[in-house]
């Protein structure tokens, strides 16, 4: 018996049938996969959140933006040292309910679970930043061209090996 994935199944159909059509006009492309040149287990690991998470004293993710302009998201992104706790951050996501990630800021951004990884030798090390980006981004050309080159000069600087991706 094989089981189908609905991807959609929490959007209204208008929703559904948008994101369909992105979708469709897309080029498909290979995708750029890099096998580890070393275990897992003496990698520097790294975590990129689509949450929409910032550190309090950080400046918030724009979400006036979005509420004026329902097509647009903010292509910025935000740095999260290694030592932050969920009292450290806040969520600034109006697609993501932040009661949750409040509750538990793992379920956005797993650093206590990366921690737990690194003491128990699963992993080499856990990165000295971590990185957080806006999960809607109908044009994501400003982030590719500003955000990205970016965090991919801090991750090589940091010397990461491995980067997570946690969609929100």
Known sequence: MQKTVDSFRFV????????ET??????????PWTPLSKPLSESKVALLSSGGIAMKGDQPFD???ERQNPWWGDPSHRIIPKSASAKDVEIYHLHVNPNF??????????IQRLNELEE???IGSVAESHYSIMGYLPKPDEMLATSVPAI?????DEQVDVLLLVPS
């Open 101 to 110: 990630a409040r509750q538990d800021i793992n379920c956005l951004l797993p």
């Open 63 to 65: 979400q006036e933006g």
């Open 22 to 31: 992105w979708i469709k006009m897309e080029e498909p492309r290979s995708i």
């Open 120 to 122: 128990t030798g699963e």
């Open 12 to 19: 209204s159909g208008v929703t559904r049938r948008m994101i």
């Open 152 to 156: 991919i000069q801090q991750l090589k």
